[in-house]
C-alpha cells in the first residue's frame, strides 16, 4: 500500500458523503481533515498517516440517516476505541459499542456496516499497514519479533484496557505540527503496539487459547438465532445450553471465545438496538420503552443504554429532536 489514508480512507470517505476541508481542522494540523456534507450530518473525521505504514484517525461526526457502508478493503489492522456509536458490522455479525476497544482485519475482502442515525460516532484509532507489522518490525527487531496480528485479536472487545484508553485519550488532545508531530505519532503507534502484546501475554496465562469445532459454531448459531427472537423475553442459561446440546460453562466459555463478549452482553446489545428505533421514531415514556426491550427497572435500562450508546435514552431522544 503506497498511503494508506489516499487508498482506502478518502475514497470510503467520498463514498459517505464527507469532502475535504481545510478551512476545519479541530485537531493538529499535521493531520488532514474532512467534514460530513451538510445535507447528510454535520461534524469531522480528521486523519493523519505516516507514508505506508499506519493512520491515526478521529472521528466525531453524526449522520441524519442510517449509514450503510460497503467498501473494498485491503490488507490492514485497525484498533479503536469508541466513546459513543451505534450500529452493526455485517457478514459477520458484530455489534458496535461504546466503551470497549475494537480490532478489525482488513484482508482484501468487503467490509459491511450499518451506522445508527442520530447518534454520534465519536472514536480515536491506529491503523497499521502489512509494511508496519510484518516489514517495519521485523526489521526493527529481527532477534525479539513475533506477529502481533494475534496479540491484536485478544484484546477484541476489552472494556478493562485504561493503558490503551488513556493513549488515545492523549492522543485525541494532541495538537503538535512539523517534526513534533511525526516523533509523536510514531510513537503513539509503538507504544500501543507494546500495550496490546503486552496485554496478550497476561492474559495468555490465565485464558490458554481453545479450538472451536464446526459443530459448536453450528450450535452457537442455533442460540443467537433464539436470542435474536426473544430477547425482550426473561432468557435463561439453563434453556440456552439445551438449545445448543451444551453444558452452561462449556456454553458461557465457547459463547464468549466465538463473540468477544458474554451471552448477557449479546442480549443487552439486541434490547438497546430496539431501544434506539422506539426513543427515535416514538413518544412512547421511557419506562416503557424499558419493559418493551425486556427491562422491569427504567433506572437499570438507562444506566446500560449510556454505557453501551454513550448517551442516556432523554439525551438521546432530545437530541433526535434537534435533527428533524
Known sequence: MKDIVTEMHVPCLMQCGFYQDDSQVPYSQAGTCFSVSPEKGSG???????????????????????????????????????????????????????????????????????????????????????????????????????????????????????????????IRQFRGTGIAAKLYYEGKVAEAVSLIVEKAQQQKKTYPSKY?????????????????????????LESLARIACMGTTKLKSTFKLVYKCTITEYIQNKRMSRAEQLLSSTDM????????????????????????????????????????
Open 212 to 236: 472451536v469445532s464446526k459443530a459448536d459454531l453450528d450450535s452457537l448459531q442455533a442460540v443467537t438465532a433464539y436470542i435474536d427472537d426473544h430477547f425482550a423475553e426473561d432468557i435463561h
Open 44 to 170: 469531522h473525521y480528521w486523519t493523519y498517516s505516516r507514508e505506508n505504514l499506519f493512520a491515526i484517525s478521529i472521528l466525531d461526526f453524526v449522520f441524519y440517516e442510517d449509514l450503510f457502508l460497503e467498501f473494498q478493503q485491503p490488507k490492514y489492522l485497525s484498533l479503536n476505541y469508541y466513546d459513543s456509536v451505534s450500529g452493526e458490522e455485517l457478514h459477520p455479525y458484530k455489534r458496535l459499542s461504546s466503551g470497549c476497544i475494537r480490532v478489525h482485519f482488513g484482508c482484501n475482502n468487503v467490509y459491511r456496516a450499518r451506522y445508527h442515525k442520530n447518534i454520534p460516532i465519536r472514536s480515536t484509532g491506529i491503523e497499521i499497514t502489512p509494511e508496519y507489522y510484518e516489514d517495519y518490525l521485523k526489521t526493527k527487531y529481527p532477534d525479539e519479533y513475533t506477529d502481533p496480528r494475534s496479540s491484536f485479536l485478544s484484546v477484541d472487545g476489552l472494556t478493562n484496557f485504561p493503558e490503551l484508553v488513556f493513549l488515545f485519550r492523549q
Open 285 to 324: 415514556p421511557i419506562n416503557q420503552i424499558a419493559q418493551l426491550v425486556g427491562y422491569h427497572n427504567s433506572s437499570r435500562f438507562s444506566e446500560l443504554f449510556r454505557k453501551i450508546t454513550g448517551m442516556l435514552p432523554n439525551e438521546y431522544r432530545r437530541y433526535c429532536a434537534t435533527l428533524l
